[in-house]
């Protein structure tokens, strides 16, 4: 049963609450950025997702440099707190930028960097308030932090979409700074509270001087010109596009570096986070589906109109945030249950389960698309029971990842190791997009219904196999991964 606070630390509600804030500014620019980039800005549509897709990319970018400051620099809380100091500079930037684009993209650059500060090293502290003995509860505790998660990025869209939309661009940007500056202010009041191994600091290193200029000052100094750099590169988004890839071969490269240092039992519980994280890649790309193709997909085929009420496409949005908050306390359940009955599966277990449900979900779109060929238009149910199943899977992978991260990562690795976790999704992003197009929404547009769904029917089966291959290899390796855990 979901229980609540009670017997978690007392950290853990302000973790809750700080996320929960941050994934409300978070969630409210990433409703209106594109909107705003086409409809303020008027940048073509497709200038505006380079934008938007570049900007994530660097949020991702920046979770590795975050783990490297809080692992061997200032330690997780610090980290933490500074992130969320540049996210809130980011969207007051926004707020005043009154149309400078170059303020605008500024501030947008912070955001992304103040974003990977801050996101990674949090859920390293909800780890870090359990010890090994505890390992139910870390769980537990990350079901509960998830919640948080959620709440925010379900009333995010609504609340900033509503005041950008109709009052005005700029005030939806300042209530996410209002956002941002509630998380940071729970966030200060409890660092007392939070536990030594969130602040272990190196002091000698931070007070050392490199050219007579402390390092602590460098430090600063190279954070606003990341931003900076963020900033320039997406005010020219082509160039933006390459630049991410590279970035993203070298921190490969530099992982690859951090594995040779490591000791043999070290690599052995690192090689289970990499090897999760790869299923996990597979999970995102199918999840990713509902920003990347199904909007497309539910804007022309899928019938919106009930009782005379069209309901708008960006809605359905809110309902998969819903669905999160509403299956999370009926997950914690499950698991519970599964332990009682003494079946609790793995960490690769609850993978395998999360990627078998999320491959189900396209299975019913198959079928939406065959009820469509009867009766022209798709049901809006096929994709309330799809977006269901793959929330369902979400919950399976998401907060059990992170958990296992914590739990597996060298304790003075962690903060790389969750930089890593989250640099997985940039790639998800990437072949998300690619399975998007290989279901071909691009050359369907222009076609008559039937003859769209007939593609996407054939697009949607390739994906499912896809699923089906990958969740069977992780259901036959399961058990191999369980028992070295
Ligand atoms: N919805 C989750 C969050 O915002 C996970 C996002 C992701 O990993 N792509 O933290």
């Given at each position: 049963m979901?229980?609540?606070w009670?017997?978690?630390?007392?950290?853990?509600?302000?973790?809750?609450?700080?996320?929960?804030?941050?994934?409300?500014?978070?969630?409210?620019?990433?409703?209106?950025?594109?909107l705003?980039?086409?409809?303020?800005?008027?940048i073509?549509?497709?200038?505006?997702?380079?934008?938007?897709?570049?900007y994530?990319?660097?949020?991702?970018?920046?979770?590795?440099?975050?783990?490297?400051?809080?692992?061997?620099?200032?330690?997780?809380?610090?980290?933490?707190?500074?992130?969320?100091?540049?996210i809130?500079?980011?969207?007051?930037?926004?707020?005043?930028?009154?149309?400078?684009?170059s303020?605008?993209y500024?501030?947008?650059?912070?955001?992304?960097?103040?974003?990977?500060?801050?996101?990674p090293?949090?859920?390293?502290?909800?780890?870090?308030?359990?010890?090994d003995?505890?390992?139910?509860?870390?769980?537990?505790?990350f079901?509960?932090?998830?919640?948080?998660?959620?709440?925010?990025?379900?009333?995010?869209?609504?609340?900033?979409?509503?005041?950008?939309?109709?009052?005005?661009?700029?005030?939806?940007?300042?209530?996410?700074?209002?956002?941002?500056?509630?998380?940071?202010?729970?966030?200060k009041?409890?660092?007392?509270?939070?536990?030594?191994?969130?602040?272990?600091?190196?002091?000698?290193?931070?007070?050392?001087?490199?050219?007579?200029?402390?390092?602590?000052?460098?430090?600063y100094?190279?954070?606003?010109?990341?931003?900076?750099?963020?900033a320039?590169?997406?005010?020219?988004?082509?160039q933006?596009?390459?630049?991410?890839g590279?970035?993203l071969?070298?921190?490969?490269?530099?992982?690859?570096s951090l594995?040779?240092?490591?000791?043999?039992?070290?690599?052995?519980?690192?090689?289970?986070i990499?090897?999760?994280?790869?299923?996990?890649?597979?999970?995102?790309?199918?999840s990713?589906?509902?920003?990347?193709?199904?909007?497309?997909?539910?804007?022309?085929?899928?019938?919106?109109?009930?009782?005379?009420?069209?309901?708008?496409?960006?809605?359905?949005?809110?309902?998969?945030?819903?669905?999160?908050?509403?299956?999370?306390?009926?997950i914690?359940?499950?698991?519970?249950?599964?332990?009682?009955?003494?079946?609790?599966?793995?960490?690769?277990?609850k993978?395998?389960l999360?990627?078998?449900?999320?491959?189900?979900?396209?299975?019913?779109?198959?079928?939406?698309?065959?009820?469509?060929?009867?009766?022209?238009?798709?049901?809006?149910?096929?994709?309330?029971?799809?977006?269901?199943?793959?929330?369902?899977?979400?919950?399976?992978i998401?907060p059990?990842g992170?958990?296992?991260?914590?739990?597996?990562?060298?304790?003075?690795?962690?903060?790389?190791?969750?930089?890593?976790?989250?640099?997985?999704?940039?790639?998800?992003?990437?072949?998300?997009?690619?399975?998007?197009q290989?279901?071909?929404?691009?050359?369907?547009?222009?076609?008559?219904?039937?003859?769209?769904?007939?593609?996407?029917?054939?697009?949607?089966?390739?994906?499912?196999?896809?699923?089906?291959?990958?969740?069977?290899?992780?259901?036959?390796?399961r058990?191999?991964?369980?028992?070295?855990?």
């Amino acid at each position: 049963m979901f229980t609540g606070w009670r017997n978690h630390p007392r950290s853990l509600k302000r973790l809750f609450f700080t996320e929960m804030w941050e994934r409300f500014s978070f969630y409210g620019l990433n409703a209106v950025l594109v909107l705003f980039l086409t409809k303020a800005a008027h940048i073509p549509e497709d200038l505006a997702l380079i934008i938007f897709g570049s900007y994530v990319t660097y949020v991702y970018l920046s979770t590795t440099i975050a783990g490297f400051l809080a692992d061997r620099l200032y330690g997780y809380a610090k980290v933490a707190f500074i992130g969320g100091i540049f996210i809130l500079i980011g969207h007051l930037t926004m707020a005043l930028s009154n149309f400078s684009f170059s303020l605008f993209y500024f501030g947008l650059g912070c955001i992304a960097t103040g974003t990977g500060l801050l996101k990674p090293n949090v859920s390293v502290m909800v780890g870090k308030l359990y010890s090994d003995e505890h390992e139910d509860m870390r769980v537990q505790g990350f079901n509960i932090y998830y919640m948080g998660i959620n709440i925010g990025a379900v009333i995010a869209p609504t609340a900033v979409g509503f005041v950008a939309e109709k009052v005005a661009w700029h005030a939806g940007f300042g209530l996410a700074a209002i956002g941002m500056a509630l998380g940071l202010y729970i966030f200060k009041r409890g660092e007392k509270e939070f536990p030594a191994n969130c602040k272990v600091a190196n002091n000698e290193l931070i007070n050392s001087r490199f050219a007579g200029i402390k390092l602590n000052i460098w430090v600063y100094v190279m954070l606003l010109a990341l931003a900076a750099i963020f900033a320039t590169l997406l005010a020219n988004p082509i160039q933006s596009t390459v630049v991410s890839g590279i970035c993203l071969l070298i921190l490969g490269g530099y992982i690859i570096s951090l594995w040779r240092k490591l000791t043999i039992e070290e690599r052995s519980k690192v090689w289970i986070i990499l090897v999760l994280s790869i299923f996990s890649v597979s999970y995102w790309t199918l999840s990713n589906q509902t920003i990347a193709s199904l909007p497309i997909f539910i804007d022309r085929v899928v019938d919106l109109n009930y009782f005379g009420v069209t309901i708008p496409a960006s809605s359905i949005s809110s309902f998969y945030s819903l669905i999160l908050i509403i299956l999370a306390p009926i997950i914690a359940w499950f698991w519970n249950f599964t332990k009682q009955i003494k079946h609790e599966p793995g960490y690769a277990g609850k993978f395998a389960l999360g990627l078998f449900v999320a491959t189900l979900a396209f299975v019913f779109i198959i079928f939406g698309i065959m009820q469509a060929e009867h009766s022209g238009k798709m049901s809006l149910v096929w994709i309330l029971v799809c977006y269901t199943l793959l929330g369902f899977g979400e919950l399976c992978i998401s907060p059990n990842g992170l958990a296992l991260v914590t739990k597996y990562a060298p304790q003075n690795l962690s903060g790389i190791m969750m930089g890593l976790w989250w640099m997985i999704n940039a790639f998800a992003g990437l072949t998300a997009g690619l399975i998007a197009q290989l279901i071909g929404f691009q050359s369907a547009d222009k076609l008559p219904v039937a003859e769209q769904l007939n593609i996407y029917q054939n697009g949607f089966i390739k994906v499912t196999i896809l699923g089906i291959i990958i969740t069977a290899i992780l259901f036959i390796i399961r058990n191999k991964i369980d028992e070295r855990s």
